[in-house]
């Protein structure tokens, strides 16, 4: 398929990625950010699941394949530079690798100097998905 319309413009280990932002359908919350290649972003439109492209990795991944938290899309927008995507998606269980509802868990405060709150509730516990670090 032709993607030219969109400006996959960000290099990093010699891949061209698009930024992908995840967000809830229901409650606009904004669940996650990472990117996508040309492989990832076709992947997500044949089968309405988000894949997306590892940096840390370098490969094609598939959200939810190691812990069955999948997105869902619903709607797929994109800015208008073209070169990032907002995901409208139905999230199964939670988002962050970290067991939170969303990646943006943390708060960043200026109480007694820079400090991060964790502001939401765990749903479920890393290590008994992924194993000890």
């Given at each position: ?21 995840s ?12 990117y ?14 988000v ?5 840390s ?14 997105q ?35 708060k ?26």
């Open positions: 398929m032709d993607y030219s319309q969109l400006n996959f413009r960000h290099q990093i280990n010699g891949e061209n990625l698009i930024i992908a932002i967000q809830d359908y229901k409650t606009s919350e904004v669940l996650m950010v990472a996508m290649n040309f492989e990832a972003f076709e992947m997500t439109l044949e089968t309405g699941k894949h997306y492209w590892s940096t990795r370098n490969k094609l991944w598939l959200k939810g394949e190691s812990s069955g938290h999948i869902n899309v619903m709607e797929i927008f994109t800015d208008c530079d073209k070169d990032a995507l907002l995901l409208k998606v139905e999230q199964e269980g939670a988002a962050c690798h970290e067991g939170y509802y969303t990646c943006f868990y943390r960043i405060t200026n109480e007694n100097g820079f400090n991060l709150k964790i502001v939401k509730e765990k749903i479920f516990q890393p290590e008994k998905i992924y194993g000890e670090k």
